[in-house]
């Protein structure tokens, strides 16, 4: 079966860090384009960062120079390194995928369960 | 960045009827327009990729139409478990990767 699972969220003071970690099964996280997607309390779908399968990072300009997005091939985990948290990145996490071949690079049809990162003192 | 732009905001309608969700682009995304139903304390799902095609196990009820910058998802009749937020989102140019604020479909 195909799965991502989201662990690592929780309550962080400001200006702390928190790693945030995307377990995937049935599929290799290398191989595809793996994204962190977040969502603020009551908002939208905002695209945080992706690792492409050859390995550049790309991030939105909100969380570039604090996060960093990066994989374990041994693990087959996507990972992302949250630093200098503000209260503006409280939100749920997401990881999300095209895990069909069907599906387009840049659309999503696998996405984790998400996992909660609330910042504040 | 393109900005993706959806309307309304919220949708009232009532079950068996049509659901008519608009979403505009800030400049052409040719068909690269995906839409998510997202329903509460769940992740998102893909319904439709290359603005009208349906994604795995997505009912027939639901259709994709557009190109450039003006978009539209129709849900034919709307059943029980249609009542979410929907999210068009495109990838045509990126990064970034933009999503729309979203629709929320309620019962009327």
């Given at each position: 079966?195909?799965?991502?699972?989201?662990?690592?969220?929780g309550?962080?003071?400001?200006?702390?860090?928190?790693?945030?970690?995307?377990?995937?099964?049935g599929?290799?996280?290398?191989?595809?384009?793996?994204?962190?997607?977040?969502?603020?309390?009551?908002?939208?779908?905002?695209?945080?960062?992706?690792?492409?399968?050859?390995?550049?990072?790309?991030?939105?300009?909100?969380?570039?120079?604090r996060?960093?997005?990066?994989?374990?091939t041994?693990?087959?985990?996507?990972?992302?390194?949250?630093?200098?948290?503000?209260?503006?990145?409280?939100a749920?996490?997401?990881?999300?995928?095209?895990?069909?071949?069907?599906?387009?690079?840049?659309?999503?049809d696998?996405?984790?369960?998400?996992?909660?990162?609330?910042?504040?003192? | 960045?393109?900005?993706?732009?959806?309307?309304?905001?919220?949708?009232?309608?009532?079950?068996?009827?049509?659901?008519?969700?608009?979403?505009?682009?800030?400049?052409?995304?040719?068909?690269?327009?995906?839409?998510?139903q997202?329903?509460?304390?769940?992740?998102?799902?893909?319904?439709?990729?290359?603005?009208?095609?349906?994604?795995?196990?997505?009912?027939?009820?639901?259709?994709?139409?557009?190109?450039?910058?003006?978009?539209?998802?129709?849900?034919?009749?709307?059943?029980?478990?249609?009542?979410?937020?929907?999210?068009?989102?495109?990838?045509?140019?990126?990064?970034?990767?933009?999503?729309?604020?979203?629709?929320?479909?309620?019962?009327?």
């Amino acid at each position: 079966e195909v799965q991502l699972v989201e662990t690592g969220g929780g309550l962080i003071q400001p200006g702390g860090s928190l790693r945030l970690s995307c377990a995937a099964s049935g599929f290799t996280v290398s191989s595809n384009y793996m994204s962190w997607v977040r969502q603020a309390p009551g908002k939208g779908l905002v695209w945080v960062s992706i690792i492409y399968s050859s390995g550049n990072t790309y991030y939105a300009d909100s969380v570039k120079g604090r996060f960093t997005i990066s994989r374990d091939t041994s693990k087959n985990t996507l990972y992302l390194q949250m630093n200098s948290l503000r209260a503006e990145d409280t939100a749920v996490y997401y990881c999300a995928s095209e895990a069909d071949n069907w599906t387009p690079l840049g659309a999503f049809d696998i996405w984790g369960q998400g996992t909660m990162v609330t910042v504040s003192s | 960045e393109i900005v993706m732009t959806q309307s309304p905001a919220t949708l009232s309608v009532s079950p068996g009827e049509r659901a008519t969700l608009s979403c505009r682009a800030s400049q052409s995304v040719s068909s690269n327009l995906a839409w998510y139903q997202q329903k509460p304390g769940q992740a998102p799902r893909l319904l439709i990729y290359g603005a009208s095609s349906r994604a795995t196990g997505i009912p027939a009820r639901f259709s994709g139409s557009g190109s450039g910058t003006e978009f539209t998802l129709t849900i034919s009749s709307l059943q029980s478990e249609d009542f979410a937020v929907y999210y068009c989102q495109q990838y045509n140019y990126w990064p970034p990767l933009t999503f729309g604020g979203g629709t929320k479909v309620e019962i009327k």
